[in-house]
């Protein structure tokens, strides 16, 4: 079955630590994005891109780096500078174009301990 | 950027109750899609719909660009109907989420 694996779905960092979160997809999608969730909110998109090796800053890039060496991957970053980590973390994919919906993965929780 | 609200914040209905869910927007869209998140946070796409209306079981969508607005309609709904659900205009190459309405369906 096609979709987006997000690993893992917990993670623990201690302050200070960089923490890479992995997102996959077999869906021969062009476009993937990185949105960040806190608790009783909607989401906000943190980073995306449109192709392999190009990617754009979101509304809340700040303390967070991607890369897009495959198109089938898209990890992110969650670096020592992001001064308030702790949330849910949730991969999307689309086809390229206006008319294509997108897909989510199920999530990555991570808590700074 | 694209300002986006959702009616009501929070709904409490009777399992068999009809409820409808309002999403406003503040500018033009390209598309616009509905989602509904479960308790363990999966978001699960429900719409796709730019204009029109859609229907899915008991599900439906209508959505009126020129007045920037879109609304969900639940029908006989069951306790499988709790979550959150979000609606999300497409500016350009990006989603913009609402705040959601969070559902509670009672036995």
């Known amino acids: 079955d096609g979709g987006i694996t997000q690993s893992p779905k917990y993670l623990f960092r201690k302050e200070g630590q960089n923490v890479t979160l992995s997102c996959e997809q077999n869906?021969?999608?062009?476009?993937m994005y990185w949105y960040r969730q806190d608790p009783g909110q909607g989401l906000r998109l943190i980073y995306y891109?449109?192709?392999?090796?190009?990617?754009q800053k979101g509304d809340i890039a700040e303390g967070y780096s991607v890369s897009r060496e495959k198109k089938e991957s898209f990890p992110l970053t969650v670096t020592s500078a992001q001064k308030n980590p702790t949330a849910f973390y949730l991969c999307?994919?689309?086809?390229?174009?206006?008319?294509?919906?997108?897909?989510f993965g199920s999530g990555t929780r991570l808590t700074v301990v | 950027g694209i300002q986006v609200e959702q009616s009501p914040p929070d709904l409490i209905l009777q399992e068999g109750a009809n409820s409808t869910l309002r999403c406003n927007f503040s500018?033009?869209?390209?598309?616009l899609q509905w989602f509904h998140q479960n308790p363990w946070g999966q978001l699960i796409n429900l719409f796709y719909?730019?204009?029109g209306t859609k229907q899915n079981g008991r599900l439906s969508a209508t959505t009126v660009a020129t007045e920037r607005y879109s609304l969900l309609y639940i029908s006989s709904s069951q306790t499988t109907d709790s979550g959150v659900y979000f609606c999300?205009?497409?500016?350009?190459?990006?989603?913009?989420f609402g705040g959601g309405t969070r559902v509670l369906v009672k036995p």
């Open positions: 999300a205009p497409r500016t350009g190459n990006k989603l913009t």
């Open positions: 719909i730019p204009s």
């Open positions: 869906l021969n999608h062009d476009a």
């Open positions: 891109s449109q192709i392999v090796n190009d990617f």
């Open positions: 999307a994919s689309s086809l390229q174009g206006l008319n294509y919906g997108y897909t």
């Open positions: 500018d033009s869209v390209n598309n």
